[in-house]
C-alpha cells in the first residue's frame, strides 16, 4: 500500500493561506487519482478535492468555493492543497488519500490509501 505523509497544517487567523503537502512513494502520483478529504470534531470525513493521473481536477465546490486549488508533482511524487482565504469553518484534519483510477472520485469508499491527518485550526 502507498504510504502516504501530509504536511503544512497549523493554526491561522481566518483570511489566511495555508498550503498543505502530501509525500507518496515514488511515481504513486502518476498512476492514482489523489485526494484532500477533512474531518471536522463530531463530523463525517468529506471531499475537498482530487487530481487524476493526468491532472484533471475536481473539487467539492460547496465546501472551497473556488478558495482552494490542488496540484501536483509527478517527478517528486507529491501533491499540495493550496488553501486561500481560509474561514474558521475550514477547521478540519486533512487527509490525503490515493485511489485507482477510474473509481469516483468524490466517494470516500474508492480510496485505498490514506494518510494519518494534518490539522488545520482558523481561529482569530
Known amino acids: 500500500q502507498a504510504q502516504l505523509v501530509e504536511s503544512g497544517g497549523g493554526l491561522v487567523q481566518p483570511g489566511d493561506s495555508l498550503r498543505l503537502s502530501c509525500a507518496a512513494p515514488?511515481?504513486?502520483?502518476?498512476?492514482?487519482?489523489m485526494a484532500w478529504f477533512r474531518q471536522a470534531p463530531g463530523k463525517e470525513r468529506e471531499f475537498v478535492a482530487a487530481?487524476?493521473?493526468?491532472?484533471?481536477?475536481?473539487y467539492n465546490i460547496d465546501s472551497v468555493k473556488g478558495r482552494f486549488t490542488i496540484s501536483k508533482d509527478d517527478p517528486k511524487s507529491k501533491v499540495f492543497l493550496q488553501m486561500d482565504k481560509l474561514q474558521p469553518e475550514d477547521t478540519a484534519v486533512y487527509y490525503c488519500?490515493?485511489?485507482?483510477?477510474?473509481?469516483?472520485?468524490?466517494?470516500?469508499?474508492?480510496?485505498?490509501?490514506w494518510g494519518q491527518g494534518t490539522q488545520v485550526t482558523v481561529s482569530s
Open positions: 488519500a490515493a485511489a485507482q483510477p477510474g473509481k469516483p472520485s468524490k466517494e470516500i469508499s474508492s480510496y485505498e490509501n
Open positions: 515514488l511515481r504513486t502520483t502518476m498512476w492514482y487519482t
Open positions: 487530481i487524476g493521473r493526468t491532472g484533471s481536477r475536481t
